[in-house]
């Protein structure tokens, strides 16, 4: 068989599977729970990564089945063609590769400032990590183990510990922040889906990690400044 | 009285001495400082442990005989040139792989050994977490999960980092460039022999309480926790220093000590990768050195670096630890590049395929290396501004990674491909790695990283890069040189059979892990989820047969090692140097040491690539320096 | 290929060729500095992060005063001119057969030796330790690394001279010599810009 019989079934196939595949990844969405503006940009994100990757997944496997399948070395051969490089391949490599990779990395800063970028807000909440707790203190001084954040607002949560590093993940909304000793930091959400979900410590701090779980309420914000109308004042300011 | 010493065996250097010495090195130190604090200086157990280490590590090394020439020449006694030519040890006497040898070829069959024992025990310890893992609920203590976790890291990651430079690239580069010996043979052996305490000193941290920080010991957290951390500290600056000394050794070997005609670009592929391996080697160590020194004073000298509530910065510790430790994901990953890259032309019998361009790709991976390391902080809380140009460098290094597998498919596309054992692991590297490095991209994308990142998915990726750069490269070159090293061939039928046992295995136990980071499962967690449990049994049972997998191959290597049949110089018929001398090569490498005249990849052509020099040289001697 | 030549090619670069193992070890040596310069680069990256961490420097709360710049000032003339007896030694076994090798090294060695004096004086009377916040911590470790590699230089030193004493180094055989003012050179780099960083500004 000629090198470009060979070359254009080869190519077919890895046609076929990558659109085909592409089209079936497309509509997958991976995160198990979207409730925030910023979870569904994250979201969107990973589905997009996933179409991308499907030419380059089936370029790779085509090309190493298709070598094994017809190039497997039959009893007598001598070495193969004496072929040292390809230049209009090599610089197409390169080019496409290039190229693939500007587009993704356009795509992620969109989505990072669409995340990270509004730096205002309508509800406040400071976060208090420590060994192995959550503390949160509301804007009207109250003080609370369980966090109640308003739908529909953009909620700024601010975070500090006194231990060691510890980082707030809460899947649905698609947040994860380290709380970071000796600094504050911060992090944006908008919920969108009201509802009780799971939070979690993500990063390494202790024996007692694996336990410091938690859960969240997303509710309108009538229902949270009820919530909060309940709580007793915060004895001392921090 | 030194004769009659020396006739008794405990007079001369070697493992008893160095055994001895390392006890007395200790006592010494930590005695020392314990009858100080009898004096009124209060000792902390962490100083104790600090300085007993310290002596004992010299000790040891003294013991070993690591600093006879060295201790000889500062005192400006005579050499005797005689004694020190015989530390290449006699060929074929067992006992020089446990003495401070000189021979580059011992000293790699030592290191590659020693990364094997390593790679068992570390593996043995993933065992005990995937039997944690494998239910809901805990079977032990959350304490011993932690520590389990940090040691099988720190430990597997010494494995990535020595056992390919260390072990294959010692046996090989000077035989590939065509050198009798590394630049520096004494500093080589000095090099291994830093190792045993270092690695022991891991071994033992239980006993010293454990250390619950993971392999990045980020602190304030690596500051509380036991004398089990510290010993980690340690014994990582000491792999360090090994790491550095042993870099400076390959660097100079490959610019300065090349045969005749072997031109830069005339190189076997698997020294251009390590050489790039030990530029990164040199140059970004010494940071992590100096991050862990600040970190071990802050520990025991009470010095304020890290600790926020007196001035320390705590996220400075995380830029200094990735500035070495993303580029040390590529001193992992650019050796096992290498041994693949190595490994296609002989058995695809063709060229490999944009030689240059591989090169070009290899320096680039090292050059990027450099300005990507904040991708492990998209969530530490830096400057946000500071995501971007990071996020860019590390999607870019996708570019020339990908030229690796360019050059591998170009190769073995219209070959004649024989898949003999080593073939089999580098398709599987290309699946692997392939797998490792996209999912790679997801993480390097930031609004992805923020759902990922401290996920089961983060550990899938490095797994799969990991083993599949540096585990399945390792696996490829041991059988592929199993018979250059041993002089003997392995059992083709058990070493197809570990492949595709550890393959399927592998695959099986790594990829469901990325759906469990997906669906929220943590990494660093000895509990998880109820709905989490199925897929983690499915896990564990899966990883079981990795274990297995992995005896197959120790039986085959020990098994073949004593009774294999014996093998010819070049039973591949590859064209790269160490093929054209003996299996095993003689002490010095080569009768005579060949002129090179082409690259080593002209399969398909009349190979030009090594003559041995026209007239005959004298027997090599070894006229007094 | 003369007979010679290929005496000298068989031995493979590794023994018996007294220039390429002087090549070898100066190649090395010059390798070695470049690590041992990234080790600085950390140790002082650390000191600008905590610095710009920090609103005033040093650091509010710290109870000692920053250190005067004359004795550190008077260390520098000191180092610098050890580099320049140094160098004269170098110059002395390279051009002129070593004749005022041994005093050009014994030169070297007292200016260092008086730079640890000052430096352990400095460190006598600072009136604050390491234990002292960010500034105590970042300065003593500085200093003290920079210390430590001065009496490794020399040691190094020292060892060359007494070789060169007994008659070990000669114009044809001076590796060690060479190899010593290369590490010398670099910690007095080193400590040109720990004493503008530290004392300075
Ligand atoms: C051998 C080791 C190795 C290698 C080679 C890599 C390679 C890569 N790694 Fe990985 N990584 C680790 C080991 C490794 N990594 C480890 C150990 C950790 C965890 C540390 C810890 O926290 O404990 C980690 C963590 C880690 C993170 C941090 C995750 C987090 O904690 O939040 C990130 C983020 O960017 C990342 C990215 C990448 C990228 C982009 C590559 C790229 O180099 C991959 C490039 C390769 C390809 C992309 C495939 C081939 C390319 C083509 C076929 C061309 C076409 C491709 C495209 C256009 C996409 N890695
Ligand atoms: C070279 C690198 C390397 C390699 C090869 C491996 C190999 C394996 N790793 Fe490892 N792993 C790391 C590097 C590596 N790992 C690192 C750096 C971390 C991060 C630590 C941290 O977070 O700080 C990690 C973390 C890590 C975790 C996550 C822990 C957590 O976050 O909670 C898990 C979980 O399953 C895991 C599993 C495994 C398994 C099952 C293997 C298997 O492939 C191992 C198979 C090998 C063997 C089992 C040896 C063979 C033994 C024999 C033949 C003898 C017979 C013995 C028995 C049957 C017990 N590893
Ligand atoms: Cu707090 Cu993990
Ligand atoms: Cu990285």
Not at chain 2, 111 to 132: D, Q
Not at chain 2, 263 to 291: D, E, K
Not at chain 2, 586 to 593: G, K, L, M, R, Y
Request: hydrophobic content about 50%; glycine content about 10%.
């Amino acid at each position: 068989m000629s090198a470009r019989r060979h070359l254009l079934i080869a190519v077919a196939a890895w046609g076929v599977l990558s659109a085909a595949s592409m089209a079936l990844v497309a509509g997958i969405s991976a995160m198990p729970e979207i409730a925030s503006h910023e979870a569904a940009i994250e979201d969107r994100t990973f589905t997009v990564l996933t179409v991308v990757s499907m030419p380059v997944l089936w370029l790779v496997v085509v090309g190493m089945a298709y070598s094994a399948w017809r190039f497997r070395a039959r009893e007598g051969d001598g070495d193969g063609p004496p072929l040292h490089g390809h230049r209009t391949l090599q610089a197409g490599w390169l080019i496409v590769t290039f190229i693939m990779v500007i587009g993704l990395f356009v795509y992620g800063t969109i989505g990072l400032v669409e995340i990270r970028g509004a730096q205002t807000a309508d509800f406040e909440v400071q976060v208090h990590a420590k060994q192995w707790a959550w503390e949160f203190h509301y804007a009207n001084g109250t003080e609370s183990n369980e966090l109640h954040i308003p739908i529909n607002r953009r909620v700024h949560l601010t975070f500090q510990s006194d231990d060691v590093i510890h980082s707030m993940w809460l899947p649905a909304l698609g947040v994860k922040q380290d709380v970071v000793p000796g600094r504050t930091t911060e992090a944006y959400t908008t919920p969108t889906v009201a509802g009780t979900y799971g939070g979690r410590c993500a990063e390494l701090c202790g024996f007692g990690h694996t336990d410091m779980i938690m859960t969240f309420v997303v509710e309108d914000e009538a229902a949270v400044n009820a919530w909060l109308s309940t709580l007793p004042p915060q004895e001392h300011a921090q | 009285m030194t004769v009659a010493l020396r006739r008794s065996g405990i007079g001369s250097p070697g493992l008893t001495r160095a055994v001895a010495g390392a006890a007395l090195g200790g006592a010494i130190g930590a005695g020392g400082l314990l009858a100080a604090s009898s004096l009124g200086i209060r000792a902390e157990p962490g100083q104790l442990l600090g300085l007993g280490y310290l002596f004992a590590l010299f000790g040891f090394l003294l013991g070993i005989g690591a600093f006879r020439f060295w201790l000889t020449w500062a005192t400006a006694r005579p050499i005797n040139a005689e004694e020190e030519h015989a530390w290449h040890g006699t060929a074929g006497d067992w006992r020089r792989y446990f003495r401070f040898t000189t021979d580059h070829k011992v000293i790699g069959v030592q290191y590659l050994v020693t990364a094997f024992a390593l790679f068992v025990t570390a593996g043995s310890a993933a065992m005990l977490m995937r039997f944690e893992l494998a239910q809901p609920g805990l079977a032990f203590d959350k304490e011993v999960y932690n520590t389990t976790m940090s040691t099988h890291g720190a430990m597997m990651i010494t494995v990535a980092l020595v056992s390919i430079i260390g072990g294959l690239g010692n046996y090989l580069v000077p035989i590939m460039v065509g050198a009798r010996d590394m630049a520096f043979p004494k500093a080589n052996a000095l090099s291994y022999w830093m190792l045993p305490l270092a690695v022991l000193l891991v071994a033992i941290n239980p006993l010293l309480g454990g250390f619950d920080s993971g392999w990045t010991a980020y602190p304030p957290l690596s500051q509380q926790a036991n004398l089990g951390q510290q010993a980690y500290i340690m014994a990582f600056v000491t792999v360090g220093f090994s790491s550095i000394l042993s870099s400076i050794n390959f660097l100079t070997t490959v610019f300065r000590m090349r045969a005749p005609g072997m031109s830069l670009m005339r190189m076997p592929i698997l020294v251009w990768a390590l050489t790039v391996t030990a530029t990164l080697g040199l140059i970004a160590t010494s940071v992590v050195a100096g991050a862990f020194t600040m970190l071990l004073f802050d520990r025991v000298l009470g010095t304020s670096f890290f600790r926020a509530t007196r001035g320390g910065d705590v996220i400075l510790f995380q830029h200094l630890f990735w500035f070495y430790s993303h580029p040390a994901v590529y001193i992992m990953a650019v050796p096992g590049l290498g041994a693949i890259l190595e490994i296609v032309p002989v058995f695809a019998r063709k060229p490999l395929f944009a030689y240059p361009l591989a090169v070009l790709a290899f320096v680039m991976i090292g050059v990027l290396s450099f300005m990507v390391w904040a991708h492990h902080m998209f969530v530490s809380g830096m400057a946000t501004f500071f995501h971007i140009p990071i996020m860019l460098t590390t999607e870019l290094i996708s570019v020339p990674t990908g030229v690796v597998f360019l050059t591998a498919l170009g190769t073995i596309w219209m070959g004649r491909i024989h898949f003999k054992t080593p073939m089999l692991w580098v398709f599987g590297f290309l699946w692997a790695f392939l797998i490792g490095g996209i999912t790679g991209v997801y993480l390097a994308d930031v609004p992805t990283d923020i759902v990922l990142s401290d996920t089961f998915f983060v550990v899938a990726h490095f797994h799969y890069t990991i083993i599949g750069a540096t585990i399945y490269g390792l696996f490829a070159g041991t059988y592929y040189w199993f018979p250059k090293i041993t002089g003997r061939m392995y059992d083709e039928r058990l070493g197809k059979i570990h492949f595709w046992w550890f393959t399927i295995a592998f695959n099986l136990t790594f990829l469901p892990m990325f759906w469990l980071g997906i669906e929220g499962m943590r990494r660093r967690v000895a509990d998880y989820p109820t709905e989490l449990g199925p897929v983690n049994l499915f896990v564990s049972l899966m990883a079981f047969n990795i274990a297995l997998s992995v005896a197959v191959f120790l039986y085959n290597m020990v098994r073949s090692w004593q009774h294999g049949p014996r093998a010819e110089a070049n039973p591949w018929n590859a064209q790269t140097l160490e093929w054209q001398t003996s299996s095993p090569p003689p002490i010095e490498n080569f009768e005579h040491i060949p002129v090179v005249t082409g690259t080593p990849y002209r399969y398909g052509s009349p190979p030009i690539s090594a003559s041995p020099s026209p007239v005959p040289a004298p027997a090599p001697g070894h006229p007094q320096p | 290929m003369s007979a010679e030549a290929l005496a000298r090619h068989d031995a493979g670069g590794v023994v018996g060729d007294p220039e390429a193992e002087k090549g070898n070890m100066l190649f090395g040596v010059k390798l070695g500095i470049a690590s041992e310069v990234m080790l600085f680069g950390a140790l002082f990256a650390a000191y600008f992060v905590i610095r710009a961490d920090s609103g005033s420097w040093p650091p509010e709360g710290f109870g000692g005063e920053r250190p005067e710049i004359l004795l550190p000032g008077l260390n520098t003339l000191l180092l610098v001119s050890s580099s320049v007896t140094m160098q004269l030694g170098v110059w002395a076994v390279q051009r002129s057969g070593g004749r005022h090798l041994l005093r050009w090294l014994g030169a070297t060695i007292v200016l260092g030796l008086a730079f640890l004096s000052i430096q352990a004086y400095e460190y006598a009377n600072n009136g604050f330790g390491l234990r002292d916040g960010t500034f105590g911590s970042i300065f003593y470790t500085l200093t003290g690394f920079h210390g430590f590699h001065v009496l490794v230089g020399l040691a190094f030193i020292a060892i060359v001279a007494n070789r060169a004493r007994v008659g070990l180094v000669s114009p044809a055989h001076h590796t060690a010599v060479e190899a010593a003012s290369y590490y010398w050179h670099f910690v007095d780099v080193v400590w040109l810009f720990l004493f503008s960083t530290l004392y300075v500004l």
